[in-house]
């Protein structure tokens, strides 16, 4: 990063309100936000209009946990007086540039989406998949847009969102004759995907696979205990594997020293260290680690009235912004009557 | 109509800004219109968003239309002070309803929809439907449902899109466990769809084949002059048929005298009567009835900021009613922090 940069990047980032967020976020997202937020224009989208997507008929899980995630973002150290956050549902214009955008994006172009076509797959929603879920990556090209975010930190799973959003840009651009919409690029992590505790599927707290920021002491104690090692490490005298073996991956992830992690995997290798020892070491780290993160976040979320304050305030701001992109975008439309 | 409904009928109704306003809208709607201002509360929407789904990459055809339309209605005698006229682009809260519909409609259920599969097809959008386009029902709904509208003037092909609105008012209502929006009946119009003058296609200023509210003498001259009418009536003295006879179609429609029109038709079958004089005749009923029309649509399009102070007022107007619902859809949603 040049200096010359430092001031000219903008963020966009975000999750979907729809559970609290767990190791694999503070891992793959939280940790990077806390840094980009020093160096960059930084906004989080609680992102429950997204949520609602697939949970339509069920909206109580997603309202029920946006207080929840903007406790979490508060509790592993993201301030708001550094990075904007802000609620998704109360941006009218990102609604309003979705419908603007709808019109220049194609259906096939959508079903064509590899990102939401392995979603729709998984999902396992087949025709009935809701129109909403459908045109998404239109409302996220919204979100993005809304803000001028150049810098988008995402897996590259989701090259394929980016891509479409940069293709509305162009059209959008080309419909203006100017450039008022900004071109996006993905910031990609080189931290691999933090596995699920049973190391089978993707992290899900519904699945109980997950360690949530706000897991209390007894839950990341059998959190770890339950979690998948090698299923031919028998007798601890025996040489283990550390390849998928999900504790060596979390101390890998979360372990303070590595050139201790280094010597544990050796002796693991050759046999002698067992799973009862290595989960005890993992879960000391995990409860260093997630006790002072809980306890900032119960203190939060005792005074709501403060996590709604926090969330006003950078919703007003964001409301701000991306008014201004609106009405540029309702210019090139030819639609600024009043 | 009974004096207990005169209050509490709510009717909304609009046009697509993409063209101006023609004999076609004066004798499906804008004469029903005028009557029911008087009687219901009622709303027209210029509908510049939904004229956008199929013009998306040509959107000066409905910005330079907005005025026209308003001009229009003023024209014909639709009164600001009885009817709210307002236009749908300057209506955030119907975007937002849109994102909120959106997830509780399925992709298949759109493309199920006669209406806009009928549309499709005469389009000829194949696969390369835009995403506005095939979901603009749920647009449909959003617009209806905003204004708690309970009456929809339609024609009957239009049934199908007010049956997906009141499937998606029951599916909002059951998760509010109340009834916050209000399901919508059809006001059907006993009155045929007036051809083209060409009696081939729909009516479209585009095609040539329409005969506008703001036509001059000549334009209004050579549109009769062209009419279809008897294609076997060669000579004046040859019975000619009345049925798919353009001119017959418009006196019926227009001549203030039917039983003048009724004892013209006699002499037209039973030969001796000329298309020449028919048309004259035509001429000079449409003469009348769109020169006064002309003269006060110059008058108010030589005065744009009028007009433009009438569509802000109604918006105005608009924007406090559609916020209060979307309100109520925000808190059956949970979605009601601030």
Same mark, same amino acid.
């Given at each position: 990063?040049? &200096? *010359?940069?430092?001031?000219?990047?903008?963020?966009?980032? #975000?999750?979907?309100? &729809?559970? !609290?967020?767990?190791?694999?976020?503070?891992?793959?997202?939280?940790?990077?936000?806390?840094?980009?937020?020093?160096?960059?224009? +930084?906004t989080i989208l609680v992102?429950?209009?997204?949520?609602?997507?697939?949970?339509?008929?069920?909206? /109580?899980?997603?309202?029920?946990?946006i207080l929840n995630v903007v406790a979490d973002y508060l509790a592993?150290g993201i301030d708001p007086n550094l990075t904007t956050i802000c609620l998704?549902?109360s941006?009218? @214009?990102?609604?309003?540039?979705?419908?603007?955008?709808?019109?220049?994006?194609?259906?096939?172009?959508?079903?064509?989406?590899?990102?939401?076509?392995?979603?729709? /797959? *998984?999902?396992?929603?087949?025709?009935?998949?809701?129109?909403?879920?459908?045109?998404?990556?239109?409302? +996220?090209?919204?979100?993005?847009? $809304?803000?001028?975010?150049?810098?988008?930190?995402?897996?590259?799973?989701?090259?394929?969102?980016?891509? /479409?959003?940069?293709?509305?840009?162009?059209?959008?651009?080309?419909?203006?004759?100017?450039?008022?919409?900004?071109?996006?690029?993905?910031?990609?992590?080189?931290? $691999?995907?933090?596995?699920? &505790?049973?190391?089978?599927?993707?992290?899900?707290? *519904?699945?109980?696979? @997950?360690?949530?920021?706000?897991?209390?002491?007894? +839950?990341?104690?059998? @959190?770890?205990?339950?979690?998948?090692?090698?299923?031919?490490?028998?007798?601890?005298?025996?040489?283990?594997?550390?390849?998928?073996?999900?504790?060596?991956?979390?101390?890998?992830?979360?372990? !303070?020293?590595?050139?201790?992690?280094?010597?544990?995997?050796?002796?693991?290798?050759? #046999? #002698?260290?067992?799973?009862?020892?290595?989960?005890?070491?993992?879960?000391?780290?995990?409860?260093?680690?997630? &006790? !002072?993160?809980?306890?900032r976040r119960?203190e939060y979320l005792?005074d709501k009235a403060y996590l709604v304050e926090v969330l006003k305030k950078g919703t007003e701001k964001a409301?701000?912004?991306? /008014?201004?992109?609106?009405?540029?975008?309702?210019? @090139?439309?030819?639609?600024?009557?009043?």
């Amino acid at each position: 990063m040049t &200096t *010359s940069t430092q001031h000219t990047n903008v963020i966009l980032t #975000g999750d979907r309100a &729809t559970g !609290p967020l767990h190791l694999g976020h503070y891992v793959g997202s939280l940790q990077q936000r806390i840094q980009l937020q020093h160096q960059y224009q +930084q906004t989080i989208l609680v992102a429950d209009m997204q949520g609602l997507t697939d949970n339509g008929h069920n909206p /109580q899980k997603v309202a029920s946990n946006i207080l929840n995630v903007v406790a979490d973002y508060l509790a592993v150290g993201i301030d708001p007086n550094l990075t904007t956050i802000c609620l998704q549902s109360s941006l009218p @214009a990102l609604a309003e540039l979705t419908m603007y955008y709808s019109n220049l994006v194609s259906i096939s172009r959508l079903e064509r989406n590899p990102t939401v076509k392995n979603e729709i /797959q *998984s999902k396992a929603f087949g025709r009935s998949i809701p129109a909403g879920f459908l045109t998404y990556p239109i409302s +996220q090209a919204a979100d993005i847009t $809304a803000f001028k975010a150049n810098l988008i930190p995402v897996g590259d799973d989701q090259l394929p969102m980016l891509e /479409q959003t940069n293709e509305i840009v162009r059209k959008i651009n080309h419909i203006a004759g100017k450039e008022i919409l900004v071109e996006c690029q993905a910031l990609l992590s080189n931290v $691999a995907r933090l596995p699920s &505790t049973d190391g089978k599927n993707k992290m899900s707290k *519904s699945m109980g696979n @997950a360690i949530t920021l706000g897991a209390d002491s007894k +839950q990341i104690s059998q @959190a770890v205990k339950s979690m998948y090692t090698d299923p031919n490490h028998l007798r601890v005298e025996d040489p283990g594997t550390i390849e998928g073996n999900v504790v060596f991956t979390y101390l890998d992830a979360f372990h !303070p020293d590595q050139n201790y992690v280094a010597e544990l995997k050796e002796h693991y290798q050759r #046999g #002698g260290l067992g799973d009862g020892t290595t989960k005890k070491i993992l879960e000391a780290c995990l409860q260093d680690l997630i &006790t !002072p993160i809980r306890q900032r976040r119960e203190e939060y979320l005792s005074d709501k009235a403060y996590l709604v304050e926090v969330l006003k305030k950078g919703t007003e701001k964001a409301n701000q912004e991306t /008014q201004l992109v609106l009405q540029d975008v309702k210019s @090139a439309f030819g639609l600024n009557l009043f």
